[in-house]
């Protein structure tokens, strides 16, 4: 019998595994969060998921409510028996509660995080496709913590050193912990400046108010002109659907230097206006290009029942094609939105005042 194709051992791994990363996980943020020098020992972490991980395999269904309580309060035991009644902080580093909060994070998670890899495997032994699925689990979920860490990280940092100030950046770049003693109005210094002495709340609405008005005006034009090209048959259709996209192959700075001198003459230049008019213009078709293809696979049997049952053309859009096309165009309004919240050459070049201008 191969044992790495028994329940039992799939268990035992998956606690060695699941409990002495969130171990190390829970460690270092600690020492990131709290500036303590913790030890990372993981042994004892290891034993007390593995000792969790065969528990786990004679407790089935192993996501039961009383078994995982049971399986959280077994993980917090063997933590705080084998690590000798210190599973994080052998030092007396860290406050009770600090301890206590680690010790119950590393217990939930690991148990948790055993459940959903066990799954429905059985204690004995497993056929190839139940291991197989097994280690693609675990694989899996490795794969997922990697992933969220690494997304995690850069957004920690970026958080941690906004709540610094310039002077402490300079001494120690490297330490990302919260000083507690500050209190949070120090804490929070850099970001109360940044809403009251900078305006920042204002470039936020003002960033706001363009892109949800380029966003509406967007998809106003471009879902009736994406359903004309894809469903509607008229001279010139083929012609219109390839050519839409021939504005991005102008640049932005040539034409930047004539609308300025048009918006300058309508006395519409250094308003939010003229970026709610600028924005559709570039987005309106790309916009139509992407909602071209969906449409063009909805089903024309839908079109015919609607005007068999003497809809017109724009109620059958508002009632059949928009609400089968919701995922289309939400990620269009969102790509829209996106395009209008990061544009900066325009709003460079057409807004003067500062009570107008937009966060990028």
Not at 27 to 50: D, Q, R, V
């Amino acid at each position: 019998m191969r044992f790495w194709m028994t329940g039992m051992f799939a268990s035992a791994l998956t606690g060695f595994v699941w409990v002495a990363l969130w171990h190390l996980v829970l460690t270092m943020t600690a020492i990131l969060t709290m500036g303590a020098a913790l030890p990372l020992a993981l042994g004892p972490a290891a034993l007390a998921g593995l000792v969790a991980g065969v528990f786990a395999g004679f407790q089935r269904p192993a996501s039961s409510r009383n078994r995982r309580i049971a399986g959280i309060a077994l993980i917090a035991c063997l933590l705080f028996g084998f690590s000798l009644g210190a599973p994080f902080d052998p030092a007396g580093l860290l406050a009770v509660w600090q301890r206590v909060l680690l010790l119950v994070l590393a217990s939930a998670a690991g148990w948790l995080s055993i459940e959903k890899t066990v799954g429905p495997a059985t204690a004995g032994y497993m056929a190839r496709y139940a291991a197989e699925e097994f280690y693609l689990r675990l694989l899996w979920g490795l794969g997922l913590m990697m992933f969220v860490l690494i997304v995690a990280v850069p957004f920690y940092v970026m958080v941690m050193t906004s709540l610094k100030s310039q002077q402490s950046l300079l001494i120690n770049p490297l330490d990302l912990s919260i000083d507690y003693s500050l209190g949070v109005t120090r804490l929070l210094r850099s970001y109360i400046e940044l809403f009251t002495d900078y305006g920042f709340m204002t470039l936020l609405i003002n960033s706001a108010v363009v892109s949800v008005a380029t966003v509406i005006i967007t998809l106003l034009f471009s879902v009736p002109g994406a359903y004309a090209v894809a469903k509607l048959r008229f001279p010139g259709r083929q012609w219109l659907s390839g050519s839409v996209l021939l504005i991005y192959l102008i640049p932005a700075i040539i034409l930047v230097i004539p609308l300025y001198a048009v918006f300058s003459q309508l006395g519409m230049r250094n308003s939010l206006f003229a970026l709610c008019i600028v924005y559709p213009a570039t987005t309106i078709p790309v916009a139509v290009y992407m909602l071209r293809g969906y449409f063009a696979g909805l089903p024309s049997d839908l079109d015919d029942a609607g005007l068999m049952d003497g809809l017109s053309r724009l109620q059958i859009i508002t009632r059949i094609a928009m609400p089968l096309s919701m995922p289309a165009i939400a990620s269009v309004a969102l790509y829209v939105f996106m395009i209008a919240w990061n544009e900066f050459l325009f709003a460079f070049m057409f807004l003067d005042d500062v009570k107008l201008f937009t966060l990028s």
